[in-house]
């Protein structure tokens, strides 16, 4: 469950800033120079956010296993009677994406939705 909340938290973190940027309120250039070194360096922000924000999504973790890593845990989570809202939100929009042939998109390809 811990490995769920932490992808469900940089997910949700690199698609507020792509989205922020597509929306001009982020300079994306300034943001990738600003977290591309030192101790704030990411290499997942570094490697990834200029992707996503080119939307290239044909590399990385598969939408597909990602949708199995979830079902596994919604269904435990049902099991113990917990509710994990986030979870089934973000579940139902890849669900989406698989239908919509996107199945081996990595992950990041949620920010197809907001794009909407």
Same mark, same amino acid.
């Given at each position: 469950?811990?490995?769920? +909340?932490?992808?469900? =938290?940089? #997910?949700?973190?690199? !698609? @507020?800033?792509?989205? *922020?940027? +597509?929306?001009?309120? =982020?300079? #994306?250039?300034?943001? !990738? @120079?600003?977290?591309? *070194?030192? +101790?704030?360096?990411?290499?997942?922000?570094?490697?990834? !956010?200029?992707?996503?924000?080119?939307?290239?999504?044909?590399?990385?973790?598969?939408?597909?296993?990602?949708?199995?890593?979830?079902?596994?845990?919604?269904?435990?989570?049902?099991?113990?009677?917990?509710?994990?809202?986030?979870?089934?939100?973000?579940?139902?929009?890849?669900?989406?994406?698989?239908?919509?042939?996107?199945?081996?998109?990595?992950?990041?390809?949620?920010?197809?939705?907001?794009?909407?």
């Amino acid at each position: 469950m811990r490995l769920l +909340a932490a992808l469900r =938290l940089w #997910i949700g973190g690199t !698609l @507020s800033i792509v989205v *922020g940027g +597509a929306k001009n309120i =982020l300079d #994306i250039d300034k943001l !990738l @120079s600003a977290i591309s *070194g030192a +101790a704030a360096g990411s290499w997942q922000m570094k490697n990834r !956010l200029e992707a996503v924000h080119q939307r290239e999504f044909n590399f990385g973790f598969a939408i597909k296993w990602m949708v199995k890593y979830f079902s596994y845990a919604l269904n435990k989570a049902n099991k113990n009677n917990l509710n994990l809202e986030l979870t089934k939100n973000v579940y139902n929009k890849y669900q989406q994406l698989i239908k919509n042939g996107k199945e081996n998109y990595d992950i990041s390809a949620l920010i197809l939705h907001r794009d909407k």
